[in-house]
């Protein structure tokens, strides 16, 4: 079978959608039946992610440990236990194109990073212009593109395996878990097929990550007020 993990740190908000989505995205004609299973794991949560979650039929699986890393290897590890042949990585805040696994296994691939489009720029007020000017002319929404997000992710369980999986980190973990891929000789497709939109919002989770790299860019942009991690 197929396993999607999606970590979540209180996305009582937006986890909806994202299962919404993924949902739709198990159903594609083009997967033949193979069944599709959703993991979320409920790191830390305090509001009603996981109750959300288990309500649209996802497996949760609860932690405490406030680090997205150990958070998408528990999720990874309960797939490969249950018979999961490919591991799709997304993240809550992030909503998937319907053929989006169907295209990830499309790529024929040990591993495949994909692209993101940024949902909307409202967060970011009278700056949401630059930032949109600044993404659009820095990003690189192609096929032989470099850039690695969680929230496009996927690997085959062999090669998951093989590359040591998930390392314990709070932030950058998709990144060295490519890195032990490369190391390992896995085939890496660099994919814009593959199809994810994921938020721009300023209270970001991972203190490295892709809302991280956001806020870099707008402090370089204007002087702002507070633009940090939620705790």
Request: charged share 20%; aromatic share 6%.
């Given at each position: 079978?197929?396993?999607?993990?999606?970590?979540?740190?209180?996305?009582?908000?937006?986890?909806?959608?994202c299962?919404?989505?993924?949902?739709?995205?198990?159903r594609?004609?083009?997967?033949?039946?193979?069944?599709?299973?959703?993991?979320?794991?409920?790191?830390?949560?305090?509001?009603?992610?996981?109750?959300?979650?288990?309500?649209?039929?996802?497996?949760?699986l609860?932690?405490?440990?406030?680090?997205?890393?150990?958070?998408?290897?528990?999720?990874?590890?309960?797939?490969?236990?249950?018979?999961?042949?490919?591991?799709?990585?997304?993240?809550?805040?992030?909503?998937?194109?319907?053929?989006?696994?169907?295209?990830?296994?499309?790529?024929?691939?040990?591993?495949v990073?994909?692209t993101?489009?940024?949902?909307?720029?409202?967060?970011?007020g009278?700056?949401?212009?630059?930032?949109?000017?600044?993404?659009?002319?820095?990003?690189?929404?192609?096929?032989?593109?470099?850039?690695?997000?969680?929230?496009?992710?996927?690997?085959?369980?062999?090669a998951?395996?093989?590359?040591?999986?998930?390392?314990?980190?709070?932030?950058?973990?998709?990144?060295?878990?490519?890195?032990?891929?490369?190391?390992?000789?896995?085939?890496?497709?660099?994919?814009?097929?593959?199809?994810?939109?994921?938020?721009?919002?300023?209270?970001?989770?991972?203190?490295?990550?892709?809302?991280?790299?956001?806020?870099?860019?707008?402090?370089?942009?204007?002087?702002?007020?507070?633009?940090?991690?939620?705790?």
């Open positions: 079978m197929i396993a999607i993990v999606v970590p979540a740190h209180n996305e009582s908000q937006r986890i909806g959608r299962l919404s989505s993924l949902q739709q995205a198990a594609c004609p083009r997967l033949g039946a193979e069944p599709v299973r959703i993991f979320v794991v409920a790191d830390a949560c305090t509001d009603a992610t996981a109750r959300i979650a288990e309500q649209q039929g996802a497996e949760v609860p932690c405490q440990a406030r680090s997205v890393g150990v958070a998408r290897a528990l999720g990874a590890n309960a797939a490969l236990a249950a018979g999961a042949r490919w591991l799709a990585f997304t993240d809550a805040d992030s909503v998937v194109a319907e053929d989006w696994i169907a295209q990830q296994l499309a790529q024929g691939c040990d591993a990073c994909g993101v489009q940024v949902d909307n720029w409202r967060a970011w009278r700056l949401r212009s630059a930032m949109r000017a600044h993404f659009a002319k820095t990003y690189v929404d192609a096929d032989g593109h470099r850039h690695i997000h969680g929230a496009n992710l996927g690997v085959s369980a062999v998951y395996r093989r590359a040591g999986g998930f390392a314990a980190l709070a932030s950058s973990e998709d990144v060295a878990l490519v890195q032990a891929l490369q190391d390992s000789g896995a085939r890496i497709a660099w994919s814009a097929a593959p199809r994810v939109r994921t938020s721009a919002r300023k209270r970001y989770r991972a203190p490295g990550g892709f809302g991280a790299t956001l806020a870099q860019v707008a402090r370089q942009s204007a002087p702002l007020g507070p633009v940090a991690a939620q705790p």
